[in-house]
Structures are given as C-alpha cells and as structure tokens.
C-alpha cells in the first residue's frame, strides 16, 4: 500500500511569507505527527493529532506554527511569517494508532531566503 | 529535558565487520526504544525496535537494550557498503508513549 505522502518536496519561499506543508499518511493510521529535523541533528517533535484532535501541540516553537488535520487524514503544517531559523526538513509520520510504530514520509524541505 | 545521546561519529568500519551503534537516554521510565536508518536526503527507515531487556536478532542486526544502565544498542554483522547511513536512535517519553524523542544519530561509513 502506499506510504506517507508529504508535498511539495522542496519550497523556497521569502522571509515574511506564510508556507502551507501537507501530509497524506498511509490509509487507517489514526495518529499523525510533525516533526522538524535540522541540518546535522536529530528529529525534534512538534504536533501530534489522534483523529482530527491535537492532544499535544507542545512541540509548536512558537505560535507562528500551527497544524490541522481533517477527514482523520490529510494533515496541513501552516508557518506564518516565516524566519531564516524555520529552514529545515519538516517530516510527518503516522502511526496506526498511538503505541504504534510511526511510518515517515519523506519530507519537504523548506528554505527561508 | 528529556535527552537521548548519541555519538556522531563518522564510525568508520571496513565491509564485512560488525558496525556497534550506541545510545543512552535519561528518562528511566522509558519502555520503547526504535533503531531508524536515514540515508542521506531520505526519510528514516525503522529497522529494529525493542522493548525489553536483552537482545533482539532480526537478520544481520542485533539491538541490545539495558534499561537499569539505560542504554540501547545496534549491532550490524556483515556491514556491507550498502548500510553506510545515519542511524537514529529513538525513545518514548514515558508519561506519553506516542512522543519519540530522537538523538541526532551517528553516521556510519562501511569501506568497502
């Protein structure tokens, strides 16, 4: 079956402008989770949604990022206003449900000019 | 803060020797413990996971957790070229079992 799906691959946008990143996790997996990896360092947790509800945003660096998810599928990672230090590779995951082993998907990289 | 350490590396080992990964974590009521492989420009593959004390064979890789030291480990037999990647040790927090904390992983290079 098909894996966790992230679109675009690659966004190159301009200090100050607003990036929406999206996540299709596999079919049936009820929790989904965002995490920033910078260049040379390990995964950094940001959100994780069980069904279309974010028990735990604490991840979040600040309140320019924020997450949804809808259909208990398709997620959206929306950073307003975005800033140089918001460079990195944002990956998503999904797990079929919480205990379970997390699938990734295989990132967009986002570059802040 | 939560931590999981690993070293860097590069770990360097010539083809057909045994690659060992290590880890240490700080959160001692930790119960579930991931070895992942990222190939460069990739994302990370689960090759083991383990959750109670010993080891755990799964063809050519070994993990080996101790939770009373708090170390997981990886062991590769018969590194081949192919396996030269950075491998990602991850731990789950105990008061949320679905938050991985991740070490910033050590690269491994298999001279072939």
């Known amino acids: 079956g098909a894996g966790v799906s992230q679109s675009p691959s690659n966004k190159v946008t301009e200090k100050g402008k607003d990036v929406e990143l999206r996540c299709d996790p596999i079919s049936g997996h009820t929790a989904l989770y965002w995490y920033r990896q910078r260049l040379g360092q390990g995964l950094e947790f940001l959100i994780y949604?069980?069904?279309?509800?974010?028990?735990?945003k604490s991840g979040l660096p600040s309140d320019r990022f924020s997450a949804e998810r809808t259909g208990e599928s398709v997620s959206t990672l929306t950073i307003q206003r975005t800033q140089q230090e918001d460079s990195a590779v944002y990956l998503c995951a999904s797990s079929l449900e919480a205990e379970n082993i997390q699938y990734f998907g295989a990132g967009t990289r986002l570059s802040v000019l | 803060q939560k931590e999981v350490e690993q070293n860097s590396g590069p770990l360097s080992v010539p083809e057909g020797a045994i690659a060992s990964l290590n880890c240490t974590y700080s959160d001692r009521g930790s119960q579930s413990f991931f070895w992942y492989r990222q190939y460069s420009g990739k994302s990370p593959e689960l090759i083991m996971s383990?959750?109670?004390?010993g080891d755990k064979e799964d063809g050519r890789f070994t993990a080996q957790l101790n939770k009373a030291s708090q170390y997981v480990s990886l062991l590769i037999r018969d590194s081949q070229p192919s396996d030269s990647a950075t491998y990602l040790c991850?731990?789950?927090?105990?008061?949320?079992?679905?938050?991985?904390?991740f070490g910033s992983g050590t690269r491994l290079l298999v001279r072939p």
């Open positions: 383990i959750y109670s004390n």
């Open positions: 949604f069980q069904g279309n509800s974010a028990p735990d």
């Open positions: 991850a731990v789950n927090q105990m008061d949320s079992s679905y938050k991985l904390i």
